[in-house]
């Protein structure tokens, strides 16, 4: 097969002061960072559905991406092809892992035999293509959003045939994953909410999604696929609301159906700050739940209330998710997948590498800022000093459950008012900017 990037060689690191904007300034894949290689730490992704097959249309104009391999058809023979170019981009990028939806890689056929034949047929490449270059799946998923059956939801449709249908194809995706090795499998329900609550029982949906949950982890036990399972929180878009609208009403929907030892999060940025959350706060919720699985690393715009998955640069932001990843003890199955699209103004094949290679470089200084803060000691320092008072006395004898309203009256009549410490906000604030 001719080249589709013939222009492009393999990037490489060159360091902060190359000119040379195909190469990286921070990533050094083998370079050691707290005795971790870089790569290791931060295992990126390439998502198929955005790199391979996003034409970059809006809702107010059609595609502008040019993309010379595809010949624009459903053809296997063509995503067949593309499946030969992102491993090409993979190659020539250095990124070990991808993530794909069922109906990206493949075409939907007339029926679902016909769409799992199709599957296998693009399956056999990406399963040939990986063994040719050692590339990863980091995870696998189903596309039960674009099709029209879907239209009402898939697990939580009102619908059993919908509901019967979205799992057969969940089965077959499952399948693929676990033959091609994949590490995790995606759950994301862009249509498991409602579009108005006038038509919808709540309780009964959500009851479906959890029955489908464990069907799927049932199945996986049947298959032998070991994989992790993941939810990914995102509160609308396309539906007025999700179920799993943020990572606080994921774990309650896990706990409350016995879900909790089988999946994690995998946890988006632009989803964050569409739930009124920062990404560090959505982070943090699922590590204190020992539920940190993956990151789809992106980022939205302070001006656009959509999810527009652009790609992160914000190196502020690419620290605050490495601390807060470093903190949870880094990933095992998951990864940072680049859920993120080139704008429609940046149409060539050649501002796909431009995009990664940014989103990249920013994480790399983000892990390296993380790093040293973490090495510096002063903030974790200054945030175990706050809770002293907890760590002795009475603030000891409360989280050891051993005083009651009782004793904590008594022990306010004898000692009065308490002394209480600046928060320090400003001082913190600078101290991080010293490393950024
Ligand atoms: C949509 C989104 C999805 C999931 C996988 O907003 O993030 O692409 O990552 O279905
Ligand atoms: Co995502």
Known sequence: MNEAFPDIQKIQYEGPKSKNALSFKHYNADELVGGKKMKDHLRFGVA??????????????????????????????????????????MEKLGVDFYCFHDRDVAPEGKTLAESNTNLDAVADVLEAEQQRTGKKLLWGTACLFAHPRYCQGAATSPNAGVFAYAAAQVKKALEVTHRLGGEGYVFWGGREGYATLWNTNMKRELDHLARFLHMAVDHAKKIGFTGQFYIEPKPREPSTHQYDSDAAACLNFLREHGLMEHLKLNIETNHATLAGHTMRHELEVAAAAGALGSID???????????????????????????????????????????????????????????????????????????????????????????????????????????GFAELEAHVLQFGEPFLASGRQEFLENLINEFV
């Open 297 to 403: 690393a992106n980022t939205g715009d302070e001006l656009i209330g959509w999810d527009t998955d652009q790609f992160p640069t914000n190196i502020y932001l690419t620290t605050q998710i490495m601390l807060a990843l470093l903190k949870a003890g880094g990933f095992t199955t998951g990864g940072l997948n680049f859920d993120a699209k080139v704008r429609r103004e940046s149409f060539e094949p050649v501002d796909l590498f431009h995009a990664h290679i940014g989103g990249m470089d920013a994480f790399a200084r983000g892990l390296k800022i993380a790093q040293a803060v973490i090495e510096d000691g002063r903030l974790d320092d200054f945030v175990k000093k706050r809770y002293a008072t907890f760590d002795s006395g009475i603030g000891a004898k409360i989280e050891k459950g051993e005083v």
């Open 48 to 89: 198929y559905w955005h790199t391979m097959r996003n034409t970059l249309s809006d809702p107010f104009g059609v595609g502008t991406a040019q993309r010379p391999w595809d010949d624009g058809t459903d053809s296997i023979a063509n995503a067949q092809k593309r499946a030969r170019v992102c491993f090409e981009f």
